[in-house]
């Protein structure tokens, strides 16, 4: 139990316990999907609240030797809490706009429920996206997501048909599935790759079809990304570098984000991206090795070339003093 639901638990808690004065323990405990004993602990914290400012005459009443003994509750004292919460228009708004996303990458069951949630949330707030609000999310097909879905609820692999825009090419991928989101108005699924063997991040618009295997998901040690505050929160101020990259290294401009992607000669995608990290740079050219050429701007790839003429240098010295 977080403190967080508690609080809300026990804000709600106030107001209807004062329309069901006397109402036994296991009848609220039940109401509000707790333990009696976990109601008791909450009877315990309310009994020490009140407003800011009053004394300790002014604390919310609670007859604990009622609770204990004839497991009944008789609370009082709580006129400034006669109502429950409500939201403001604003909060509704957002929430019926968060709803409204959330439909998007959501399968039929969890589509239907929200659509349940949203019609009284509107009805009880009035509150209703206008054209100055609204949702609007490029996603996959429903049977595409429902599959999804189940795949990610049930904890198996995916097997995509997945269409890669950088370089006009259709893919298939086995994934094990991590999370569904929408960022940016599109909705996308990230999942570890075994064609690619790392995370990776597929629109869901451009799954062209997926089924669910009989395999069971393995763990994987990966850190899921920070999206909180968009793609390029931490890259508005980073240099532009613009690579080519050969067919075999087009992966990199679907895995990291990117300014621009364009298609480039012979199959090869010219991709640009915000660097915060001259040695992330580095490391992306000596792991791609030939399969990518620095465009703009002049002398970026050049720490990385050094670094290869080094290894290269140290490669020759051993074979020299190795003997034949």
């Not at 996308?188 to 790759?193: M, T």
Request: aromatic letters at 6%; hydrophobic letters at 45%.
């Amino acid at each position: 139990m977080t403190s967080q639901a508690q609080v809300r638990r026990l804000l709600s808690l106030v107001p209807y316990l004062r329309e069901h004065d006397g109402a036994p323990v296991a009848d609220v405990a039940a109401a509000f999907g707790v333990s009696p004993r976990t109601l008791r602990a909450d009877l315990g914290v309310l009994w020490m609240c009140g407003m800011p400012g009053l004394s300790p005459g002014d604390l919310i009443d609670i007859d604990m030797d009622a609770v204990d003994g004839e497991g009944v509750i008789h609370l009082s004292n709580a006129d400034y809490l006669t109502r429950p919460l409500r939201l403001t228009a604003d909060e509704a708004l957002a929430l019926v706009l968060a709803l409204r996303t959330l439909r998007e990458i959501a399968g039929p069951d969890q589509r239907a429920a929200t659509d349940r949630a949203l019609a009284k949330l509107e009805v009880a707030s009035g509150a209703t996206p206008t054209g100055q609000a609204s949702v609007s999310v490029t996603s996959a097909s429903d049977e595409v997501q429902a599959t999804l879905t189940d795949g990610l609820q049930r904890g198996r692999r995916l097997d995509l048909t997945y269409d890669v825009a950088s370089r006009e090419e259709t893919t298939q991928r086995f994934v094990d599935p991590l999370r569904l989101f929408v960022l940016d108005g599109n909705g996308y699924l990230e999942a570890w790759c075994y064609r690619a063997d790392g995370l990776r991040t597929f629109r869901l618009d451009r799954v062209a079809a997926a089924s669910v295997t009989d395999e069971p998901v393995q763990p994987h040690d990966v850190v899921l990304t920070d999206l909180s505050a968009g793609w390029f929160a931490d890259l508005a101020d980073a240099p532009v570098v613009t690579l080519e990259l050969a067919p075999e290294a087009a992966w990199v401009a679907e895995y990291y984000p990117t300014e621009s992607t364009t298609p480039g000669r012979d199959g090869a995608v010219v991709a640009s991206f915000r660097v915060t990290d001259p040695a992330w740079l580095r490391h992306l050219l000596l792991r791609l090795g030939g399969a990518a050429q620095v465009l703009a701007p002049v002398g970026a790839g050049e720490p990385a070339a050094g670094a290869a003429r080094e290894a290269l240098a140290a490669y020759a010295a051993f074979d020299a003093a190795e003997p034949g």
